[in-house]
């Protein structure tokens, strides 16, 4: 019974760990060793990296948004952000080779999650409730 009231608000550590979440993105090509070469026979690692930091840095920009001033769109914006996060693999051609292609898909699933809990805790909300968030 109290899980159910623990998760059926939205807190301001969820949006803390959006943020973390960002920074874990944009850093995971040195985490994993892959940010200094190619990753696969046709990707451009320049364009990973920068696909991967670009990712990361508009999903620690939304966390913190929602943290400032709370609306529906930026959940709506993690989880496509995080849905082509899994799908960088296959478009930039780095899904045979390398543990690059497994942290994007566990971290873009993390995203995808946080934001799908984010936003059904928000679902029912009034515009001045969303505007009290964090108050």
Known sequence: MSGARFFGTHRTWEDWVGMLLGIL????PWMTG???????????PGLILMNTAVVGILIIG???L??????????GCEMALAVWLIMSPY??????????RFWHAALGGAVFLLATLKLWQD???????LARHGQ
């Open 91 to 100: 478009v930039f051609g780095y899904s045979i080779d390398g543990m690059l």
């Open 123 to 129: 679902w029912e909300l009034s515009d001045r409730e």
């Open 25 to 28: 993105i944009a850093v995971s």
């Open 66 to 75: 929602e943290y400032i001033a709370l609306r529906r769109w930026e959940e």
């Open 34 to 44: 892959e940010g200094n070469y190619g990753l696969g026979l046709l990707s451009d």
């Open 62 to 64: 939304l966390s913190q």
